[in-house]
Structures are given as structure tokens and as C-alpha cells.
């Protein structure tokens, strides 16, 4: 069975750091395109950041220039560091798997809080 393993989460002050883990299978992460998606509650989930399985990245506007994503390879893990954190980076972050396209994610990881307050 496909996992999606995220760690990573927690609280941190406005303008800290944090780095979001997520670790699958080596099949999963060499075939599939991988990113990393938020939601807070009342709001749908939203792309945050995206790295194909040839490398290639994308970022919402709201987070570039402050997030990047990479892939360690010998490890199956994506990561996302985010750097210059604001309160309104607050949600549940997720991993997710797709073929093709952002918008049909394959498999998802269960999910991590990140809170972003003084």
C-alpha cells in the first residue's frame, strides 16, 4: 500500500523556519510528481509548492521567494522549507502524489500542522 509519511509540523513565531518531511516509496517518488498543499478550515485546499519527477518547481505566489521545495533521492523524501513565516501561513499541510497534473493527486499523506503566532 502507497504511504505518504509528513513530519515536520509545529509552532513557530512570524519570520521563523520550519522544514515539512514527507517520505513514500521509491516507486511512488520516482514516477509521481510531488507537492506540498495547505488548507484551513471553511477554505479548499490549495497548491503550495510542486516538484516534478525531472525536478522542475512551482510555487503559489503567497510563498515565493520564502518557500523551496527539493528531493533527496537516496532517501524518497520530499521537503519543504519555509523560511520568513507569517501568521497567514498557518494551515495543515499536506503531501501529495500526482501523474500529471496538480489538481488530481493520487495519494495523500495524513497531514501536518504548522501554526505561525506569536
Known amino acids: 500500500q502507497v504511504q505518504l509519511v509528513e513530519s515536520g509540523g509545529g509552532l513557530v513565531q512570524p519570520g521563523g523556519s520550519l522544514r515539512l518531511s514527507c517520505t513514500t516509496s521509491?516507486?511512488?517518488?520516482?514516477?509521481?510528481?510531488m507537492g506540498w498543499y495547505r488548507q484551513t478550515p471553511g477554505k479548499v485546499r490549495e497548491l503550495v509548492a510542486r516538484?516534478?519527477?525531472?525536478?522542475?518547481?512551482n510555487y503559489a505566489d503567497s510563498v515565493q521567494g520564502r518557500f523551496t521545495i527539493s528531493r533527496d533521492n537516496a532517501k524518497n523524501t520530499v521537503y519543504l522549507q519555509m523560511n520568513s513565516l507569517k501568521p497567514e501561513d498557518t494551515a495543515v499541510y499536506y503531501c501529495?502524489?500526482?501523474?500529471?497534473?496538480?489538481?488530481?493527486?493520487?495519494?495523500w499523506g495524513q497531514g501536518t500542522q504548522v501554526t505561525v503566532s506569536s
Open positions: 501529495g502524489a500526482d501523474r500529471s497534473t496538480y489538481t488530481f493527486v493520487l495519494y
Open positions: 516538484i516534478t519527477s525531472t525536478g522542475s518547481t
Open positions: 521509491r516507486y511512488v517518488f520516482s514516477t509521481y510528481n
